[in-house]
């Protein structure tokens, strides 16, 4: 493995365990969107998405969403790699 290649390599596996340590308290807050998925703010100000079913949603940054109170909502961040976290976390015998 080439040096840059495991420095990819570690700094997903810091982000990742920083996620880990952050956990939900993390979570500022949590919004209902009009197509039927939810949004999750961070305390970073990052984003995540879920479906009604709870599937992991990908967006790309930048991307605007419409609350279901008619508020528009610019996709900050992506984070599905810390959504899933907390997901397999909470779902851990
Ligand atoms: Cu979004």
Redesign the pocket.
Known sequence: MSIRKSLIALSLVATALSAVAAGDADKVQSIQ?KDG?T?HHYKDGK?S?EDKNGKI?Y?KEG?K?EATDGKT?T?SG?EVARLFLEKYQANRP
């Open positions: 969107l998925t949004m984003m998405m949603v967006m991307v969403m909502i996709m992506n």
